[in-house]
Structure formats: structure tokens, C-alpha cells
């Protein structure tokens, strides 16, 4: 065979290293990881294997090796000549200070102001800046690991914990073991001031000191959640299920990184609302961590199937009107997403093709909101019963194997033959924008909420009594639903009836300040000022830099907290916001 994913030198023809051995350093003062990665090729190789690196600095290698020049995207091709019956490779390097897969806080970033943080983000193609390695999903790996850390600093993986001892010179060093076979960019590590604390027999929040109280309260429900997706999709096989609440510059809602869920902060709303992020990281145990995308082409069979499952636990636990509102919100994202997509609809498909695209440019709503539809237009196509039979069947014959769409199409035309037909099937995966007769869901409350956000325009105003003690995600999807721009009296009135300003809820503080942005309200902009130099989640950050581009003062505005924040920004979020602010008029 050859090359087989668009965005990695990996070649299934070669030796595929299934088991690696960290041994790394965490400096702080230089912001490297430094250190020695062994690839075990069990069994014994021979010949060239090609590795993905990007930004090393390789200082050695056991075997002959050869460093091509940096690829704009891929990064720079290592290709080992390995001589015959070798057993294993050891590769010294270093990471690059500006890795774009590694976040380096200062103390000032952190809750607790005193010690220096370190994550990581794999997904998708950053591991290749972490560990020289076959860094695609196709190619599984186990892992051992040794993680040296200042005295007084805790380490996390993607891992089973496997001891801690004092290192040298004031330094602590934590062992991790990943028995399981994962996707490189699973692999995961955080580094910092961090507490555990115990929600069930298989599942512990970890979190600043200064945080930890809050998110054990915010999370303790997860073994009900665990408990619903086991029934659903079939036994966990993990063994545990823990998370880490990040620093707030954290790129993403969540990152499914197996055995520990990483998490932004701003979940911590207080009232447990925003939970479905962490069921959605759940239920990627199995959607993703068991049965995984081959490549970013297949990227919705991850995310699309994820959703879906997500609001089967959510409506396992709190009933049809509560998904239902999961699933009106995620339409509004989906449109929004597919306007945005506009000029380059081949994004639109749920199967891609990504040669020479990024997979960060490529990513958007629609794998996520789409794929989930498609998935649902399965499910009432075959009756619930069959295809919750159907799941159980396919995550039994792919565990801990990664797949295309290719064989997920076939493997349902297997199990329910005609099914795809039925659903035209073909349509959702190779055509943009969103089939005629796709899924809706309807409740009354949802009719209710829509009916008075619509009545807005015509000056129609809800009794602001009743909407402003409304759940969350009643109020998240009155507010999507409003026009974008209004008028500074219309925002006076929304901000003064439903404390928008003031709310903890992210979900609906971000509604509110897209609209004020757009609307080129000012007494938000301290509101939208704080937010953006403090929260990195990108699902914020991007959407708010592009309402502020509709008006001079809001362009002012996110230039002036652009220039101060940036150098705090994650490297994803810098770029999210780069991007939008291109877009301004001149
Ligand atoms: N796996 C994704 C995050 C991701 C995707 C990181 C692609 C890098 C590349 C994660 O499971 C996710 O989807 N997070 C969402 C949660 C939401 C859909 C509930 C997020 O971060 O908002
Ligand atoms: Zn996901």
C-alpha cells in the first residue's frame, strides 16, 4: 500500500510501531519537553519507516535517519532506515518552545497565580510537535511514560497513573501506563498546581486548588451520565473516567483525551447546565476513542456520531424537551456554519477531502450538527430498537480500530441492508449543505421560545419575569434566535430585564455579547473586553472578534484587546481571531 492519510507521512507498507517509551522532561524556563521517545516495533523490522515531526529537534536517533525540510502543514518528514530484526528505536529530541500542540502559562494565567501550567492538544495533527511518530489515526499506539516536573507540580495523561517518586534537584517524576491501544492524538499531558478529588469508584476531577470545590459540585453527576451511556452503547472499557478542569485559555469546550477528559473552566457555571459537554467527551469513549476516524476526512464519523449519542444520555437523563432543545441550538450552529461555508461548499460534505487543507481550517459545525442528523435519519429509519442494536454491533466489530466512511457505510448496508438507500445515504456524506427532509425536532416549549424571539422584530417584547429565571439553554436558544444587530435601546432592555452582563452561564453570556458586538453597544465592551483576554475557547473567541468587525468602535476595540492578549492566547485561538479580523473592512 502507500501513504493512506492526507495529512501524515505514515505508509501502512512500512513497520508500524505500536508501543512507545516517553521519558521527558518538563522545562519550564524554556518551555521545551526534552528528552527520548523508544518505538518498539514488536516482532522485529527492517527498512525505511517515515515519521511525523513538527518543530523538533532531533539530537540522536539509534538508527540511521534523515530530517526533510518543513511542509507547510504536515511539518517535517523523519524517515528511518532501520537495519534488520530492530527491535526498537530511540530517538532524542526537543520540542519546539513554539509548539502549537503545547500551551505554556505563566503563573498569571493560572487560578492560583503561583505556579507555571502546562497542556497539551493533539487533535488533530499536533502530536507530531509533542513526539516524533506515526501520527495518524490509523496507526495505534500503547504507551509508557515518564514525566519529570518541578517539585510541587502534579502530571496528568492520557493514562493510567503508575507512581510518582522525587527526581533530582528538586524535581518529581510521574509514571504513567496506556495499556489500551489509542490514536496519537489521544496522547495528552497537563502539568501544574492540581487536586483530585473522588466523584465515584472509577472517576476523579482534577482541577487548580483554587477550582476544585466548584467543579467536584459542577460534575458530580458523571457516574449517572457513565451509567446511561454504558446502558446505551455497551460496557465501558477504560477502565476510568476522569477530567481536568483547565486554565480558561483552554482552546476547546473538551477534548475527549481517554481516561481524563480535559476541560475549559468555563463549564463551571455554578448550576451544572453546561454538563452536556462533558457527556458529549463521554460518550467519545466510545464514538471516537473505541471506533475512531481513519483520518480528518472522516472526521464526522467521530463527531457526528458523537452528538448524536450525547443527546441519547442527555435524554436518557432529563427527557425529550430538554434534547430537544440541545438539538435546536446545535441547528442554529449548523446554519450558521454552512453560511460561513458558503465559499468552499466541498466543506459541507460529511466525507472530505483534505489534501493540502488544514485540518484546523477545515473544522467547523457542520460534522458535528450534520453528521448528527444523518445519524438520527438512520436511527428513525430502522426503528430505535434495531439501531441501538445496530451501535452495539458496531462498536463490538471496530473496538480499538480506526475506520472510513467507507466501512461504516458497508457495515451498515451489512447489518441493515437497504438502510442506506433509504436515507440516501450518499447524499448526506458526498453532497454540501443539508438534505431536503433532514430530521427536525420539535417540542412545544421550543415553539414557544422561537414564537417569542420572532415577535421581536414587530416590537413585541417577552415578560421578562418569566425568561429571565428560564433554564439556560431556554434562554440560549430565545436569544440565538434574535435579530443579530439591534438597536442600543433594544440592548438596554435585554441586558436590564435579563442580566445579561452579569450572567456566569458562558452559553448565554456569549449569545448576548455576539449581539451586543454586532450591535456596536458599548457599555458591553468592558464585559466583551474582560471576556476576550481571559477565555480562549475558540467557540467564543472567534464568533465575538467577527461581530466587533461591524462597526468602527467594535473594530477598535478588538484590535486594542488583540494587541494586549494575543501574547496570552493559545496558538489555535491567536489564529481564530487573526483570521476574523482579516475579514475587516480596511
Ligand atoms: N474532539 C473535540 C475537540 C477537537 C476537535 C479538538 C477537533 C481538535 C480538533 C471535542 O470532543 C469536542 O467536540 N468538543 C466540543 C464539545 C461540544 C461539541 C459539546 C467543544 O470543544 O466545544
Ligand atoms: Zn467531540
Known sequence: MARVDPHSYFDDAQPRSTRWRLKLRVDFERKVLAGEVVLFFDGGASGVVDLDTKGLTIKHASAPFELASEEPILGSRLRLTLPAGTKDVTIAYETSPSAAGLQWLSPEQTEGKKKPFLFSQCQAIHARGVVPCQDSAGARIRYAAEI????????????????????????????????????????????????????????????????????????????SMIAKAEALFGPYDWDRYDMLVLPPSFPYGGMENPRMTFLTPTLLAGDRSLVDVVAHELAHSWTGNLVTNATAEHFWLNEG??????????????????????WAIGQRELEEALERFSDTPALTCLRTHLTGVDPDDAFSNIPYEKGARFVTALERAAGTKAFDEFVKAYMKRFRFQSITTETFYA????????????????????????????????????????????????????????????????????????????????????????????????????????????????????????????????????????????????????????????????????????????????
Open 148 to 223: 519529570d516536573v518541578p517539585e510541587g507540580l502534579t502530571a496528568v495523561m492520557s493514562a493510567g497513573p503508575d507512581g510518582d517518586a522525587p527526581g533530582e534537584n528538586g524535581r518529581h517524576v510521574f509514571r504513567f501506563n496506556m495499556p489500551q491501544p489509542i490514536p496519537s492524538y489521544l496522547l495528552a499531558l497537563a502539568v501544574g498546581e492540581l487536586q483530585g478529588r473522588d466523584l465515584s469508584h472509577r472517576s476523579r476531577v482534577w482541577a487548580e486548588p483554587a477550582t476544585i470545590e466548584k467543579a467536584a459540585w459542577e460534575f458530580a453527576g458523571v457516574e
Open 305 to 326: 456520531f458523537t452528538v448524536w449519542a450525547e443527546r441519547r444520555i442527555l435524554k436518557a437523563l432529563h427527557g425529550d424537551e430538554a434534547a430537544a432543545l440541545g
Open 411 to 586: 457495515f451498515v448496508e451489512e447489518k441493515l441492508p437497504g438502510l442506506p438507500a433509504k436515507v440516501h445515504a450518499s447524499a448526506w456524506l458526498d453532497k454540501p449543505g443539508l438534505p431536503a427532509g433532514a430530521p427536525r425536532f420539535v417540542s412545544a416549549r421550543l415553539d414557544e421560545l422561537n414564537a417569542l424571539a420572532d415577535g421581536w422584530a414587530a416590537g413585541r417584547r417577552p415578560d421578562p419575569a418569566a425568561l429571565r429565571q428560564a433554564p439556560a439553554a431556554e434562554l440560549v436558544v430565545f436569544l440565538q434566535r434574535l435579530p443579530r444587530e439591534l438597536s442600543a435601546a433594544d440592548c438596554a432592555w435585554l441586558d436590564a430585564n435579563l442580566k445579561l452582563n452579569e450572567r456566569g452561564n458562558y452559553e448565554i453570556l456569549a449569545q448576548w455579547l455576539a449581539i451586543a458586538a454586532a450591535s456596536g453597544y458599548e457599555p458591553a465592551f468592558p464585559r466583551l473586553r474582560a471576556l476576550l483576554s481571559s477565555v480562549g475557547r475558540m467557540k467564543y473567541v472567534r464568533p465575538l472578534y467577527q461581530a466587533l468587525g461591524k462597526t468602527p468602535a467594535g473594530r477598535a476595540l478588538a484590535r486594542e484587546v488583540f494587541a494586549s492578549a494575543a501574547p496570552t492566547y493559545h496558538a489555535l485561538t491567536r489564529r481564530a481571531a487573526e483570521s476574523a479580523m482579516a475579514k475587516y473592512p480596511a
